[in-house]
């Protein structure tokens, strides 16, 4: 997982990145995406009309553990499946 690269959502406007929050308490989990056309797709399938709001941006594997502890995000959830979507959700510790 840490020699791969993976590809991220964030919002142009303010800069968060795309989250899921299965529970309204946590803080939430990172998607990530394993190519640039799958966020493109999840986008263009959940968020057609916001779209233009967002851009992918790529981030080595290596540098996930300190992404994650600087916003304080539980985990990551990694897309496997953008149309559906399917997620695989993965606890930081």
Known sequence: MLSE?????????DGRYLTARPNADASGYLLLFRENFDA???LNTHAAEVANRFAIESIPGTQLGSLLKRWGFSGVGIVTDPLLPKVEFLQHS
């Open 5 to 13: 690269v993976y590809y991220l959502v964030r919002s142009k406007s």
């Open 40 to 42: 493109l797709s999840y």
